[in-house]
């Protein structure tokens, strides 16, 4: 068995070890002679499971009681809808442009109400983040409404924006648990775990309590009210079972690293080996502002389309593979999150070193 260096932006590399427990307890597990896959949800032994995922999960992040954790399905992009069906009330909400996925989800908006868009990187292919100091926030605004980490283009919001008082929403499924996170300071934050904690078809909704009414938007469906998930314990219907089990499994790994701001230290020492190359060499270029870069997704270019394709497929043959760049960035994007080990990004960067000189 030959694993490989897996730069993949999503579904992505999961921790080694998690695998392999998921591998002993795939026909039995714990003595229940059946896989976690055939398990009732509404049996207790699944509850156990479901129960520690979320309490594992509250301990990371340090989730404040009065914030409802729900586990979801429909992908980050369902969420695109669902937010604004159930949050917004005055039918207006201020979207800060920094992507596809945030322009999506403004898109999707634009269905129910008055979507703003209140700063965008669009200009520069949106290789920065716009200042958000300032921001002319509508006085009406619901929530102001933001990508946190770029997975296609490698930005990240370092410092939230002024919300001047309004709620923050904000999309986190490239950067969850990369690092410590205040909360507190969000209203609700969401993200699809393909990228950084699970397999696909799990979305965790971090939702302050308040926000859960029945006051949604008329038409809106029983299965998109957040107040219908957070009744019923994310079971009202039967809920991602096996995908959130693998989601427990990869809690209880992060707590086994020193929790979150362990992981926060090796993820800037593991693209800080990846960013000092880029800066120094004269071949590969990063494609980010410097200050808004992202410590998971690192798009760069040659600059020229065959070197570009000649590199992603000399670096697959050697076993670092999914380095293709996202087709509206063009070049690679190696995305480095929680599970990829510091070795990966070094044999990457000792890669990188020698097609360079291979290459002049
Ligand atoms: C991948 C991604 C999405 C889309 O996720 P789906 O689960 O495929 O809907 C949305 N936002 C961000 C930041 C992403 O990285």
Redesign the pocket.
């Known amino acids: 068995m030959a694993r490989v260096y897996n730069f993949s932006a999503?579904p992505a590399v999961l921790p080694e070890s998690v695998l392999r427990e998921a591998a002993d307890e795939m026909l039995d597990y714990r003595g229940t002679g059946m896989s976690v896959m055939e398990m009732s949800h509404r049996s207790s032994t699944y509850q156990a499971i479901l129960d520690a995922a979320e309490a594992d999960l509250r301990e990371l992040m340090g989730i404040p009681d009065h914030y409802k954790v729900l586990f979801l399905q429909g992908?980050?992009?369902q969420q695109f809808a669902m937010i604004p069906m159930n949050l917004m009330k005055n039918r207006t909400a201020d979207y800060i442009i920094t992507g596809q996925?945030a322009k999506k989800a403004w898109q999707e908006a634009k269905l129910y109400g008055k979507a703003n868009a209140v700063a965008s990187s669009e200009d520069k292919n949106f290789s920065y983040i716009p200042d958000c100091s300032d921001l002319s926030i509508s006085p009406d605004a619901d929530y102001v409404y933001i990508?946190e980490?770029?997975?296609i283009y490698g930005t990240k919001f370092h410092t939230l924006p002024n919300t001047k008082g309004k709620d923050l929403v904000a999309?986190v499924?490239?950067c969850f648990l990369s690092e410590p996170v205040d909360v507190s300071r969000y209203a609700m934050l969401y993200g699809?775990v393909?990228?950084n904690i699970g397999p696909?078809g799990v979305?965790i909704a971090i939702i302050r309590e308040d926000l859960i009414t029945e006051d949604v938007l008329p038409g809106t469906p029983t299965m998109l009210r957040y107040k219908t998930h957070a009744d019923h314990g994310s079971m009202y219907n039967t809920p991602p079972a096996y995908g959130i089990y693998i989601c427990g499994k990869v809690f209880q790994w992060l707590k086994a690293q020193g929790g979150l701001a362990a992981m926060e230290s090796r993820n800037q020492e593991k693209a800080k080996i990846l960013y000092d190359f880029l800066d120094g060499s004269d071949l590969f270029h990063g494609t980010v502002v410097p200050k808004d870069r992202s410590l998971m997704n690192v798009p760069f270019v040659t600059g020229d389309r065959e070197m570009d394709a000649k590199f992603v497929k000399e670096a697959a043959d050697r076993g670092l593979v999914n380095l293709k760049g996202h087709r509206t960035v063009g070049g690679m994007r190696a995305s480095i999150y929680n599970a990829m080990p510091i070795e990966g990004v070094a044999a990457l960067v000792t890669f990188m070193e020698q097609f360079e000189r291979e290459n002049r």
């Open positions: 999503g992908g980050a992009s996925w990508c980490n770029n997975t999309d499924s490239s699809g393909q990228k696909a979305v």
